[in-house]
């Protein structure tokens, strides 16, 4: 379990299951396994019948073994392209990340390494390995 202390914790929200409407397709909805919020209060509203417009600035997606590549992918590619500055995949059976900058550029980070999200949410920087523990 991460547990973290970040510079402004009053301005961060976490949100479990948070539902993003990509702005690309108004007509559909994310779900995102986890997302950060950086200054946006209302995150915390969306329910099973409504959505929050607030757009995520972190989402971590669970990549279970029986998930589709070609759905996956999809989703990972509507993340960046509604806003959200770096979309992480946790990748549970071979414990590792692969961090998504918005230009979907991919970086692999193993539990011998850290997580620095300093540059979207100050002083949120973890080891991987705190992600699995």
């Known amino acids: 379990m991460v547990r973290q202390t970040i510079a402004e914790p009053d301005a961060t929200d976490i949100v479990v299951s948070h539902l993003v409407q990509p702005a ?3 007509d559909s909805l994310l779900i995102a396994d986890v997302a950060l919020f950086v200054g946006q ?3 915390r509203t969306a329910s099973s019948t409504s959505y929050s ?3 995520p600035a972190v989402v971590f997606e669970v990549v279970d073994d029986w998930d589709n590549a070609y ?6 590619t509507l993340f960046p392209r509604s806003g959200v500055a770096a979309t992480i995949s946790v990748w549970p059976t071979s414990r590792k990340i692969t961090v998504f900058s918005p ?3 991919g970086q692999d980070r193993r539990t011998d390494e ?10 949120l920087r973890f080891p991987v390995a ?3 523990d």
Do not use: N, S, Y
């Not at 850290?114 to 002083?123: E, M, V």
């Open 24 to 26: 690309t397709d108004p």
């Open 41 to 43: 209060r209302d995150a």
């Open 53 to 55: 417009t607030a757009v």
């Open 71 to 76: 759905l996956w992918h999809e989703k990972m």
């Open 103 to 105: 230009d979907m550029t």
């Open 114 to 123: 850290q997580l620095d999200l300093t540059a979207i949410i100050p002083g």
């Open 130 to 132: 705190a992600i699995f």
